[in-house]
């Protein structure tokens, strides 16, 4: 048997469908009198509910999301949790809520419940993003949800190219928690399982979106996935999402679904080994068959972007990963995307 440590955060989820009317109970249970609700664009309808039920308990609303936390919504929302005195917030929908309410509790030290309606998995980090000119990540404890309600109900409306890119962020979760070398044996099973969930989950609720189970099932992997990453890190694959991401204004779940097949084939660092089998014995073939199953994206929308700007971005993602050649990193980014002109 290996020595391993594992530190288990105190974090309480709470899983069912209906169960976002859970929600003020679970904001009382942690102290909190003065909720600030973040909720915006398709989770704008479960965050009025919630606000509706937490009653004169709302504080107020963020109904403004966006992808990667802009500089200017992180500095918004501060400010708002400032002004009405919110004593705890409340997110509900994906990882752009969630990432929202990091940046603040990263601030002011606020709890936050975070209701997911993708399977981004970010409530179950302590990983938070900031983007200005450059996106840039950290890690604080501070900032993960202390309570996750999974309402598997909130994910029905997800349409299927978002529902399928977003499986695939889970996926990579998972796959850089068992290929980065540093999973103990809690993160290793958690991520293990969450791959074997996705792999049968994602092609069903891909179609059929209101198959309650398969919903279900999604959610709980995406929490044991971005349970796996948060005991070890951000690998390569990731920090080049956000590179990417951040620089281009890319949608995440899309980055991860169109670079995971060959990051896993192109990543010389990666110890393949540590699958252990749960994407068969080619593991860049099997992930391109569930992509192409579930239709998730299987090339970034870069094509037209100057090509002296993806070199540049080459060599940013280069610096965001540490003792990486950029030379697989270009591939990579090459394999996914039409340069103009066909040249570097
Ligand atoms: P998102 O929250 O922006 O949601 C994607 C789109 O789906 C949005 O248009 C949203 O309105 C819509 N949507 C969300 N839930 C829906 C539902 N149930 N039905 C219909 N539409 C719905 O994106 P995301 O992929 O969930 O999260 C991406 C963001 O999260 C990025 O900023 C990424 O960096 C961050 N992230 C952070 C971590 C972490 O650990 N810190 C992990 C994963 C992702």
Redesign the pocket.
């Known amino acids: 048997m290996d020595d391993f440590v594992h530190t288990q955060p105190p974090v309480r989820v709470v899983f069912g469908p209906g169960r976002l009317d859970s929600a003020p109970a679970e904001c009382a249970a942690l102290g909190m009198t003065r909720v600030l609700v973040i909720a915006?664009?398709?989770?704008s309808a479960?965050g009025d509910r919630v606000e509706k039920l937490l009653g004169e308990t709302a504080a107020g609303r963020v109904a403004e999301?966006?992808?990667?936390?802009p500089e200017r919504l992180a500095a918004e929302a501060c400010r708002a949790a400032d002004d009405l005195h919110a004593d705890g917030l409340c997110c509900v929908?994906?990882?752009?809520?969630?990432?929202l309410a990091?940046a603040v509790a990263h601030v002011s030290r606020l709890p936050i419940v975070a209701i997911?309606?993708?399977?981004?998995?970010?409530e179950?980090?302590?990983?938070?993003?900031i983007?200005g000119e450059r996106?840039q990540?950290g890690t604080d404890d501070h900032v993960r949800p202390r309570t996750v309600v999974y309402d598997p109900e909130?994910?029905?409306?997800?349409?299927r190219p978002?529902t399928a890119?977003?499986g695939f962020?889970a996926l990579a979760?998972a796959v850089a928690a068992l290929t980065g070398g540093s999973a103990d044996r809690l993160a290793r099973l958690h991520a293990h399982e969450a791959i074997r969930l996705i792999r049968n989950a994602l092609p069903v609720a891909t179609s059929r979106p209101d198959d309650l189970d398969a919903r279900g099932e999604l959610l709980w992997a995406a929490w044991l996935a971005?349970s796996a990453?948060?005991a070890t890190g951000?690998g390569p694959h990731h920090r080049l999402?956000?590179a990417l991401?951040g620089r281009f204004g890319l949608?995440?779940?899309d980055i991860h679904a169109a670079l995971l097949p060959h990051t896993v084939a192109l990543d010389p660092d990666l110890d393949l080994a540590g699958l252990d089998g749960a994407l068969g014995g080619d593991p860049s073939r099997t992930l391109r068959e569930l992509a192409a199953e579930v239709g998730a994206p299987r090339q970034l929308p870069l094509d037209g972007t100057d090509w002296n700007e993806l070199a540049e971005a080459v060599r940013v993602a280069a610096e965001a990963t540490p003792g990486h050649s950029p030379n697989w990193i270009r591939e990579l980014i090459e394999t996914v995307t039409t340069p103009p002109g066909g040249e570097s």
């Not at 915006?40 to 989770?43: F, K, L, M, T």
């Open positions: 915006g664009g398709a989770a479960p999301v966006a992808q990667h936390v929908g994906g990882g752009s809520a969630t990432g990091k997911p309606t993708t399977y981004a998995g970010s179950a980090t302590p990983i938070y993003g983007t996106k990540t909130l994910t029905v409306g997800l349409p978002a890119a977003s962020n979760h971005g990453l948060a951000a999402c956000h991401g949608v995440h779940a």
